[in-house]
């Protein structure tokens, strides 16, 4: 079996915790909070090759139970009275094996225990906010690395010469 990397996010939790969709959420303007929650999540999960499980809470869409696919995350909308907690806390334990590596993004510390007892790792909101910025990054680095070997594929330099060059540059600024 090939290892797995599983993200469970509780998506109400870190729509509270994020400062923009936060205050899109207090707007009035939740579908969008959940969009762009949704979009940060699919970008990060395809980078970083995890499987990532957005659960929402059914308090802000009475009367809607669903899971689906969508933009490569799974999308689940818990049954009427069931929280996120409540739906991760069960849902868990199936994918925790071996060849899984298991990490529950939450900011609610209670849950955070409950997940790391079923041998889950925890994550703060505040933690994937910040590493997702971080991916942010490596993406744009990764971007700049593969512009920049395009550019010297079509340049008549060698890779020599062209250290040769920088070496110059460098001793001509000292």
Do not use: C
């Amino acid at each position: 079996m090939k290892k797995r990397d599983i993200l469970f996010v509780d998506g109400y939790n870190m729509i509270g915790a994020w400062g923009e969709l936060n205050r899109l959420m207090r707007q009035g303007d939740t579908q969008e909070a959940r969009d762009r929650l949704l979009f940060e999540l699919s970008n990060y999960g395809k980078y970083r090759n995890w499987q990532v499980i957005v659960v929402f809470d059914a308090q802000h869409v009475p009367g809607v139970t669903t899971s689906f696919d969508y933009a490569n995350l799974q999308v689940v909308f818990t049954e009427s009275g069931e929280t996120a907690d409540t739906y991760i806390e069960r849902e868990v334990g199936q994918y925790i094996r071996a060849w899984n590596r298991v990490i529950v993004a939450t900011s609610d510390m209670a849950e955070q225990w409950l997940i790391f007892q079923k041998g889950a790792l925890r994550q703060s909101s505040q933690e994937l906010w910040i590493d997702i910025q971080y991916a942010k990054q490596q993406i744009q680095e990764d971007i700049r690395t593969h512009y920049d070997a395009m550019i010297r594929r079509h340049s008549p330099w060698q890779v020599e010469q062209l250290k040769q060059l920088d070496q110059l540059r460098y001793d001509l600024d000292q």
